[in-house]
């Protein structure tokens, strides 16, 4: 059974930051790129960063480049998002992603296996 469990999301002020974690299980961690989407309230989901197999390509919207970045341990089978800079605009739900090996897109439905997602709420 495949979960992916999000952890170190919270209540930050402006000009914070935050790291995301995502604890990957019964899946072979290696066989996926991985992302986060955030669910804001009102707005579609959106990926706000992806990451190869191998960790070697990464992938930002424009909204969040140069302020996030996405790392991967494979030998913990461990997802990271850390968040510099926050704004209330980042605020919302963040879910962990996964997406087959087989598979190549950008799109929210291109991603298999989803968390429950970690709450994040920057005040201003």
């Known amino acids: 059974q495949v979960q992916l469990v999000e952890s170190g999301g919270g209540l930050v002020q402006t000009g914070d930051s935050l790291r995301l974690s995502c604890a990957a299980s019964?899946?072979?961690?290696?066989?996926?790129?991985m992302g986060w989407i955030r669910q804001v309230p009102g707005q579609e989901r959106e990926l706000v960063a992806r990451?190869?197999?191998?960790?070697?390509?990464?992938y930002y919207a424009d909204s969040v480049k140069g302020r996030f970045s996405i790392s991967r341990d494979s030998a913990a089978s461990t997802l990271y998002l850390q968040m510099n800079n926050l704004t209330p605009e980042d605020t919302g739900v963040y879910y962990c992603?996964?997406?087959?090996?087989?598979?190549?897109?950008?799109?929210?439905?291109?991603?298999?296996?989803w968390g429950q997602g970690t709450q994040v709420t920057v005040s201003s």
């Open positions: 019964g899946v072979t961690f290696s066989d996926y790129a």
């Open positions: 990451i190869s197999l191998g960790g070697g390509r990464e």
């Open positions: 992603v996964a997406q087959s090996r087989y598979k190549l897109g950008y799109a929210v439905r291109d991603f298999d296996y």
